[in-house]
């Protein structure tokens, strides 16, 4: 029942909550499951920060005899100690915090979609957007008081590891699907970078992105394809692909074929991040490249309507 163990194991689970929402590819059972059990631990963190025998279940007496020390009297190991359910563990922390804005029916489909999947193994996939903004607004007071109590200041911005913006993206309303898939990716990009990139320091390290950013893990050949400058998610160096296409522009000397390579996707197989049109259009790296070729005519195709018939 120590305030540090409980606060580590639900920022564990928001973890694996977040990895899960930002795989988009039919997770949200995961997700919906996971932030529910991290909201409980966090509730609970901060209950417990007053003292553990405000998360205990008061009719268990075995477990009250561990939250007030006397845990050898009890007759059983603390593992087998009986605490509050979700539900009561909201209803307690919200009677002390002012700051919490979110009211009992908008937790209800938290509590409805964590118990969904737990229980019967159904939730609503549509939910879990909102299910995950609602655990947010929730955390974001719970997780300063608990700062408070416990006199540190870096439990908040630890909780969220890399996904931060995300947070922050959950909490604005005009943040769109498109914009908010794009922030979990680089989200999760980032934590799977730092992952594999675990003690490596200093000239190794660089030498490791190099190797491994050489390689273009696109598994198409694609027109145009270039080493970026850099990556929206790592240290790494990930391949830009596109089309090119001929453009007729007039340089002042009569009007001639312009090469151009029109950017449509990054790869990086550093962090292994995977990049689409529009996410390059909101990342703003989407800008056409003029390519210097020694004949432009090079690149231009027969034109099948002229020879269809020959």
């Given at each position: ?226 080493r970026a400058e850099s ?61 210097e070729v020694e004949d ?15």
């Open positions: 029942m120590e305030p540090r163990e409980i606060f580590s194991s639900s920022q564990r689970w928001m973890m694996a909550g977040l990895d899960a929402f930002s795989r988009d590819d039919g997770s949200e059972d995961f997700v919906v499951h996971h932030i529910g059990v991290a909201t409980e631990h966090l509730l609970k963190a901060y209950l417990a920060s007053l003292h553990p025998a405000h998360i205990v279940d008061d009719k268990h007496w075995e477990s009250l005899l561990h939250a007030t020390g006397h845990g050898s009297r009890s007759g059983i190991p603390r593992s087998r100690t009986k605490t509050i359910g979700l539900k009561a563990a909201f209803d307690r922390v919200k009677r002390l915090i002012p700051k919490i804005s979110v009211s009992v029916q908008e937790f209800e489909p938290v509590l409805a979609a964590r118990n969904g999947v737990a229980h019967v193994g159904y939730h609503d996939d549509a939910e879990a957007r909102s299910v995950l903004t609602t655990v947010i607004r929730l955390a974001v007071p719970v997780l300063a008081a608990i700062e408070e109590l416990n006199e540190v200041d870096d439990w908040a911005s630890r909780y969220w590891g890399s996904y931060g913006q995300l947070r922050d993206d959950l909490l604005d309303e005009r943040t769109t699907e498109l914009r908010l898939g794009l922030t979990a990716k680089i989200a999760r990009a980032k934590r799977t970078f730092l992952d594999r990139l675990a003690g490596i320091e200093g000239v190794q390290r660089g030498a490791v992105i190099e190797t491994i950013g050489a390689h273009n893990p696109y598994p198409w050949h694609a027109d145009y394809e270039q990556c929206p998610a790592c240290e790494g160096r990930g391949w830009v692909r596109g089309q090119v296409s001929i453009d007729w522009e007039d340089d002042g000397e009569g009007v001639g074929p312009r090469v151009t390579a029109y950017v449509d996707g990054y790869e990086c197989a550093v962090c292994g991040i995977s990049l689409g049109r529009e996410e390059m259009e909101l990342l703003k790296l989407d800008a056409p490249v003029q390519l432009a005519y090079e690149w231009l195709q027969p034109d099948e309507d002229l020879y269809r018939d020959r």
